[in-house]
Nanobody, 126 residues
Framework: QVPVVESGGGLVQAGGSLRLSCTAS????????MAWFRQTPAKEREGLSC????????HYADSAKGRFTVSRDNVKKTLYLQMNSLTPEDTAMYYC???????????????????WGQGTQVTVSP
């Protein structure tokens, strides 16, 4: 059973916004740093953003800085990714991930991920 499930993807026009959610079950959510990745058929899985277990530390890839905001609600066991100013280049499958590395510095390294969600598709039209 996958411990995290994404939602919120869909079709949006360029310049629009979406908020992705990732809900955990059967997982000590507040014990883990969490991350968002994305992937297209032509590219390797790309780390976008991560957040520490208590929300106090966040990291962003250059492609996400200034447009995407990661947050979490440990009471609801939910991770969020607010995405603004979307472009067609943001079209991808977006994945929620449970980070298992020793240092938050490595949180965008796919090799440090313990669990992956099934993904939610984001499509941005021109």
């Amino acid at each position: 059973q996958v411990p995290v499930v994404e939602s919120g993807g869909g079709l949006v026009q360029a310049g629009g916004s979406l908020r992705l959610s990732c809900t955990a079950s059967g997982l000590a959510f507040d014990a883990y740093a969490m991350a968002w990745f994305r992937q297209t058929p032509a590219k390797e899985r790309e780390g976008l953003s991560c957040i520490s277990y208590n929300g106090g530390i966040t990291h962003y890839a250059d492609s996400a800085k200034g447009r995407f905001t990661v947050s979490r609600d440990n009471v609801k066991k939910t991770l969020y990714l607010q995405m603004n100013s979307l472009t067609p280049e943001d079209t991808a499958m977006y994945y929620c991930a449970v980070f298992a590395g020793a240092s938050i510095v490595d949180c965008l390294d796919a090799r440090r991920i313990r669990y992956w969600g099934q993904g939610t598709q984001v499509t941005v039209s021109p």
